[in-house]
Every structure is written in C-alpha cells, then in structure tokens.
C-alpha cells in the first residue's frame, strides 16, 4: 500500500487492487460510512445519492375503496331478509 495523504487524524492508502485504507491517529483501520465520508472529504470518491422510491399508480387505490363498497352493500341487502321472518312471526302472535 501507498500513502496518498496523511492529515491529522487520518492517513489515507491506495492498495494495489485501486481500493482504499484508511487508518486513523490510533493506527486502526475505519470502515463504513465514516470511512466512506473520510474518501468523500479528500475527494477521492463521490457517494452515490440513493434513488428514488417509485410512485405507486393510482388507479388500484380506486379499485379497492370500490370493493370495500360492494362489500359493505352486501350485508346491508342480506340483513333485511333476515328482519323479515321475524317481523312475520310478530304479527302472527
């Protein structure tokens, strides 16, 4: 490995695959997001921004409160044949 900058705290490596090392004052290597933004800070790499999430359609959010109706309606058409035999039985006692 070579030493491409050394600043306070850091000492900054290329080994020979082209990745980078990084050690801090204490002689241990960083890695992960904080030697990531160590490399973006001197410029050697740009930290990709994550993308964006994709926008659902909206024509299946329609479709489900359309179900939900039917569904509610159903009962509702059930229930009244139901009251009706026991309104029969009423009037005939």
């Known amino acids: 490995m070579k030493e491409i900058k050394?600043?306070?705290e850091y000492k900054i490596y290329e080994k020979r695959s082209g990745r980078h090392a990084v050690k801090d004052k204490n002689k241990q290597y960083v890695?992960?997001?904080e030697k990531a933004k160590i490399l973006a800070d001197a410029g050697?790499?740009?930290i990709p921004e994550?993308?964006?999430q994709p926008v659902e359609e909206?024509?299946?959010a329609e479709?489900?409160?359309?179900e939900e109706a039917a569904a509610e309606e159903?009962?509702?058409e059930e229930a009244p044949a139901e009251e009706a035999p026991a309104e029969?039985?009423?009037d005939s006692k």
């Open 6 to 8: 050394t600043s306070g």
């Open 31 to 33: 890695n992960g997001d």
């Open 44 to 46: 050697l790499i740009t």
């Open 50 to 52: 994550p993308k964006a």
């Open 58 to 60: 909206e024509a299946p």
């Open 63 to 66: 479709e489900a409160p359309a």
């Open 74 to 76: 159903a009962p509702a």
């Open 88 to 90: 029969e039985a009423a």
